[in-house]
């Protein structure tokens, strides 16, 4: 193995592939490494899954008509990636280096690798609403996870915000414990796909309320009541009593690890070619982390197993003898694969 360019590990072990992150497009790059004969590193990051894992019931993942539950989903992607040879590491990457190679990858738990791939598959969280009250109640009536609250607000009443698919779904799951759901969108359409609008229409415990935002979050003793609303035609203002508050208004790249080092798109989405690879050679990225398009979990894993294979090219390039300009963006270059060293 050739070009490693400013190390001072040269004695220590070298991963071939260390992917952050543990949702579909994670797993699924680890299955395709391990299949490559890569032994892939995986870290998994503190949200074991990521974001199929608190999503209750998964109907459009193809290969499973009778649908299942997305901790079932995630526990079967991992068992399928360790069973060709993925090693599974329950930690948090807190800093990569990527301006020398081999890369470094350090985590919370103190651990320091050394790789000459990285495969990012860190993904989204829930974007806030940020109006007042929001942080001061979350966790004591405010809630971005239906799958994993909805059970504390059994017969109660409760309000989702958002028009998405999100929204939908989780208002129809609400659905089981609430005793009322009222859906507030800041239009008069929504953005959720025919069959779960169809879905939620027909579901007589949902209502529907149109062009309303809400502006703060109320609450006593340390338990939501209530929220302040505003009308996006009329302006005019309202305040609605409800027990809780679900906050489905999209999501946000999990990008904390790469300022300045990766590039990103004004939304903070990591920037990659359709090999998936970032503007650093021998570093790829996949799922909602540089997807902000389609966000599924059948496209996630389509671009984990992209990833994989991208890497595994770029190994064999390195092997056959290729070095590599870290300088250079491998995204503006066709052939050779790597960019080669004068
Ligand atoms: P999304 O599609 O981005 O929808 C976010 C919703 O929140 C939109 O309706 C948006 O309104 C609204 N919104 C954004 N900011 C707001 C604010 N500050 N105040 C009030 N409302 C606000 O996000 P998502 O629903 O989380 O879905 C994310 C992705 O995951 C999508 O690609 C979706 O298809 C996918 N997904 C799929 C499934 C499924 O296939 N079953 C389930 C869940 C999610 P506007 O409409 O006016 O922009």
Redesign the pocket.
């Known amino acids: 193995m050739t070009a490693i360019n400013g190390s001072n590990h040269k004695e220590e072990k070298i991963e071939n592939v260390i992917i952050i992150g543990s949702g579909p497009a994670g797993f699924t790059a680890g299955l395709y490494a391990a299949r490559a004969n890569l032994s892939p590193l995986l870290i998994t990051g503190n949200d074991y899954g990521g974001q199929v894992s608190i999503?209750y019931d998964i109907?459009?993942y193809p290969g499973f008509p009778e649908s299942l539950s997305g901790p079932e989903l995630v526990e079967k992607f991992k068992a399928q990636a360790e069973k060709f040879g993925t090693r599974v590491e329950f930690d948090y990457v807190n800093e990569i280096v990527v301006d020398r190679h081999p890369f470094i990858v350090r985590t919370a738990g103190g651990a320091e690798y050394l790789t000459r791939t990285i495969i990012v598959s860190t993904g989204a969280r829930?974007?806030y609403?940020?109006v007042p009250g929001e942080k001061e109640f979350t966790g004591k009536g405010v809630s971005y996870c239906a799958t994993c609250d909805g059970f504390f607000f059994r017969g109660k009443d409760v309000l989702v915000?958002?028009?998405?698919?999100?929204?939908a779904?989780e208002a129809l799951f609400l659905t089981r414990y609430a005793s009322r759901v009222r859906i507030l969108?800041?239009?008069d359409k929504?953005?959720?796909?025919k069959i779960?609008q169809d879905r939620v229409f027909a579901n007589e415990k949902i209502e529907v309320l149109w062009n309303t935002?809400?502006t703060e979050i109320v609450g006593e003793n340390g338990a939501v009541t209530g929220v302040k609303t505003r009308n996006t035609l009329t302006q005019e203002e309202g305040r609605l009593s409800t027990d809780g508050v679900f906050v489905?208004?999209?999501?946000l790249p999990n990008n904390e690890l790469f300022p300045g080092k990766l590039e990103m798109d004004e939304d903070g989405h990591l920037v990659t070619d359709r090999k998936m690879r970032t503007n650093v050679p021998g570093v790829f990225a996949a799922g909602e982390i540089q997807d902000k398009?389609?966000?599924?979990v059948a496209t996630s894993v389509g671009q984990g197993c992209a990833a994989a294979m991208s890497a595994t090219r770029f190994l064999e390039d390195l092997e056959a003898g290729h070095a590599i300009d870290l300088r250079v963006d491998p995204r503006e270059f066709t052939a050779p694969r790597v960019a080669v060293l004068a």
């Open positions: 999503t109907e459009n829930p974007r609403l940020e915000i958002g028009g998405g698919d999100s929204a779904e969108h800041r239009r929504f953005r959720a796909s779960l935002v809400v489905f208004v999209g999501h398009v389609f966000k599924q």
